[in-house]
């Protein structure tokens, strides 16, 4: 709220005469608003330096994640793939990037340390598996697996290889908002976790998509593909190691001229550490500024935490990164937007180090295994 628009609201709630004296969080108070603040995390310089190459630029969301590596001291030497347009918009982001002539040349190269990926959702197994079993760490986009079978390969790889089969759940990790809302938990500012709540929209932009994103046998269905992002959240906040499906439905409800589409699909769950309810959908309005409001509630003893990650509809609050928390003490707004994306640098930090910081494995795993073993025993809705 700006100078005037505070005094203007204090005129009117007879609270002029307090304006120049009164601190503006104790006027928030006074008035019944809720005090604003800022959060700021200082940048971390990388502490390691590795080699990477790219296979796959199919999902968009590799943009992303080759520049969190880069971030976190990984620089890239080279890519893999075979769509002209899409080399041409990857180089344009990131230069002239050397261009492989197969998978094999990189996975093959052995001053490279880590492949990240982002090809069909089906093919992102087998080929980390791959990636992994020739001594190297991987990174895939999110669904990184679209079955059980799948899965099993992945663990075993893991477990024979020692190497990383990480999965970059980027509605946690690449989003400032997530990110210092975990570290308000690990502080004990809500008290304990007890559940979380993720509505997950979307928008179809149907003329833009490829083919295979209606095909469910290439994206693994609703709950797999986007779900994945809200399982690793429920996970992460609850701090569960162990988890389970109570019920899952899966649906398309709107978008008959793709039979083979989901638009979507809910589930309950519940942790050794709490308990979750996830809803995702194809449903973003056209007139919403953005793709999707985004939305998680994690409820813990003694408070709860809200975020607004990508739009604040009408709320006079650009932009996303909106947290909202309420102790038993007050009510608090934060603005993350200049809070630091730590994912990369400890990534990086983890190849090197054989830590899992950035990311647990295990966690990272059950998270897949929770969304497929709900889309795969998901009932459909009646309507």
Known sequence: MSSTDRRAFLQAAGLAGMFSSVAPAALAQSAGMVAHEKARTPEVAPKHSIRFGVIGLDHGHIYSMTAAVQRGGGKLVAMYGSDPQQIADFRARFGDVKLARSEDEIIEDRSIQLVVAAPIPDLRAALGVKVMRAGKDYLADKPGIISLEQLADVRRAVAETGRRFAILYSERLEVRSAVYAGELIRQGAIGRVIQTVNLAPHRTRLASRPAWFFDKARFGGILTDIGSHQADQFLFYTNSTEARVVAAQTGNLAHPDHPQFE?????????????????????????????????????????????????????????????????????????????????????????????????????????????????????????
Not at 290 to 306: H, K, N, S
Not at 316 to 332: C, F, Q
Not at 356 to 368: M, N, P, S, T
């Open 263 to 383: 638009d979507f699909g809910d589930m309950v769950v519940a942790g050794n550490g709490g308990t979750g309810y996830v809803r995702v959908d194809w449903f973003t309005p056209d007139g919403l500024s953005t793709w999707g409001d985004g939305r998680l509630f994690v409820l813990g003893t003694e408070g709860y935490i809200e975020l607004r990650k990508y739009v604040n509809v009408a709320s006079g609050l650009d932009g996303g990164n909106h947290l909202y928390i309420v102790d038993n003490k007050r009510a608090r707004y934060i603005d993350c937007n200049e809070v630091t994306l730590p994912f990369g640098s400890q990534f990086v930090t983890d190849i090197v180090e054989r830590t899992q910081v950035a990311q647990d494995q295990k966690q990272a795993l059950l998270a897949a295994e929770l969304v497929l073993s709900a889309q795969k025993n998901a009932t459909r809705p009646l309507i």
